[in-house]
């Protein structure tokens, strides 16, 4: 979306304008899921108008107002309870970066405002060398739409496939796309349901199984050692396997629950969970569940097993110490992360005051030649008052210290950026590692009878 000036606003009002839409504290949870590039969320309209100034500088020629593009919106929705606004805003940087293939500045807005999760992204017509503009092309929405198709489906994100038309051959909003459509059960949702139903009767084995199905109206066909279902209207028959119907439908996990013991030679989950205690939660439930509890519970046995084994874990001192280790790990990258955050936004603080000191410090030094004429500050007073603001921010957030360039600060910027990325990404991981090691320790209590069956330790966070 092309976004030009505003009648009866200036350009620098017009790019205010839009990107405080975007940047509404009200709909992204007071600028909790705002990111930028190459550019500052609190001061954007200031530098993208500043680079603008620059190419009007390089090159000697200005177009008229009613022409000149200031900015290019990118709106992008995602299905409501589909995905967290953290994930939204990152698909959406990535979006901005791979679209402009990073020559423009830009800023990504997630709204949290509406059911549906959706992007604001603001990117700068100017180029960041302040040689060209960008150009728009016939059929850039198009490009634009599959870009972002692409990342939603990298990201396991559903997208619209195929919307309806409307008159003049134009496309309809997503809003009108999805208005009033039904949602039916697929098929093998549909199977699924009549699985578990079978499965609550209790049949006997496989036959009485198959019999309940054939009852419930499915037609059921054996082939070569495989079990498929047909439902009534359905074109193709569905395979009994997990890798269509899911996790714990295939013919395998279907045996196993019907048996009470797991015969699958498929490779075991070594992901590792706290096992289930199965008299305090075998209130209400048939014996179905008690099998499948039991199995669970050596499964995760077997897994936390496992994990020893894996990670040469086996004097149970050792066990308790790489716990203890993992988890102050974690405290400590938590901690590191907060304080980078927290010098993100003195620097952010730092920046917007730097931009609101240099705009009218000239006109404080004329107020200051003056000897501060009264006349002068009843004429220049909102001015003179933005400088003494933006004063008294430098000595509250420096303490008296010299204030630092507008380059410097940038660079900073992108320092403490670069290294919340990566103390992010060894968060995630150590985080994992804590929460594997802390289950099979707990597993191999409970194992050992250190502790009661289903009990939760407090655990600091």
């Known amino acids: 979306m092309k976004r030009k000036t505003t009648p009866g606003l200036s350009i620098a009002q017009s790019i205010k304008d839009c990107t405080d839409y975007g940047k509404n504290p009200v709909k992204?949870?007071?600028?909790k899921y705002i990111s930028a590039y190459e550019c500052d969320?609190?001061?954007v309209d200031v530098e993208f108008l500043l680079w603008k100034s620059r190419y009007k500088a390089a090159i000697g020629r200005e177009q008229g107002t009613d022409k000149d593009v200031l900015c290019y919106q990118i709106l992008q929705s995602f299905l409501p309870g589909e995905i967290a606004p953290e994930d939204a805003n990152r698909i959406g940087y990535e979006l901005a970066m791979r679209w402009t293939k990073g020559k423009h500045q830009f800023i990504v807005t997630t709204h949290t405002d509406k059911t549906h999760i959706h992007n604001h992204i603001y990117y700068n017509s100017t180029t960041l060398d302040c040689t060209h503009?960008?150009?728009?092309f016939l059929g850039s929405g198009h490009a634009l739409g599959r870009l972002s198709d692409t990342l939603c489906l990298e990201n396991g994100l559903s997208v619209v496939k195929q919307p309806k038309m409307k008159s003049q051959g134009k496309y309809k909003n997503y809003g009108e796309w999805t208005k009033g459509r039904e949602r039916p059960l697929t098929f093998q949702q549909k199977l699924c349901a009549a699985i578990d139903a079978a499965l609550e009767k209790q049949p006997s084995g496989l036959?009485?199984?198959l019999s309940l199905m054939e009852q419930s109206g499915y037609e059921v066909k054996q082939q070569r050692g495989a079990i498929s279902f047909r439902a009534p209207g359905q074109e193709r028959f569905t395979r009994l396997r997990s890798s269509t119907l899911g996790k714990g439908y295939g013919q395998k996990d279907i045996e196993a629950a019907l048996s009470g013991s797991r015969t699958s030679t498929d490779q075991a989950d070594h992901r590792v969970n706290l096992i289930i205690d199965i008299q305090s939660k075998l209130q209400g439930k048939g014996p179905g569940y008690e099998r499948w509890a039991k199995v669970f519970n050596l499964k995760q046995m077997a897994a936390a097993l496992a994990f020893l084994q894996e990670n040469n874990l086996m004097e149970y001192e050792q066990l308790e110490k790489k716990?203890?280790?993992?988890?102050?790990h974690f405290?400590?990258?938590?901690?590191q992360i907060k304080s980078t955050e927290a010098a993100l936004?003195?620097?952010r603080e730092l920046k917007a005051a730097t931009v609101q000191y240099a705009r009218p410090r000239p006109v404080f030094q004329a107020y200051k030649a003056r000897k501060y004429s009264r006349r002068f500050l009843a004429?220049?007073?909102?001015?003179i008052e933005l400088y003494r603001a933006a004063c008294a921010d430098f000595k509250r957030i420096l303490d008296g210290a010299k204030p630092p360039k507008m380059v410097e600060l940038k660079e900073e910027s992108r320092e403490l950026v670069e290294k919340k990325k990566k103390l992010y990404a060894e968060y995630r991981k150590v985080k994992e590692e804590m929460r594997e090691v802390t289950a099979a320790k707990a597993n191999i209590d409970y194992l050992l009878g250190y502790v009661e069956p289903g009990r939760k330790k407090e655990q600091e966070r």
């Open 379 to 383: 004429e220049h007073e909102a001015d």
């Open 323 to 328: 716990a203890a280790e993992t988890t102050e």
């Open 133 to 136: 503009k960008y150009r728009d």
């Open 28 to 31: 992204t949870e007071e600028g």
């Open 41 to 43: 969320p609190a001061t």
């Open 331 to 335: 405290h400590t990258l938590s901690g």
């Open 207 to 209: 036959a009485a199984f």
């Open 345 to 347: 936004q003195t620097n």
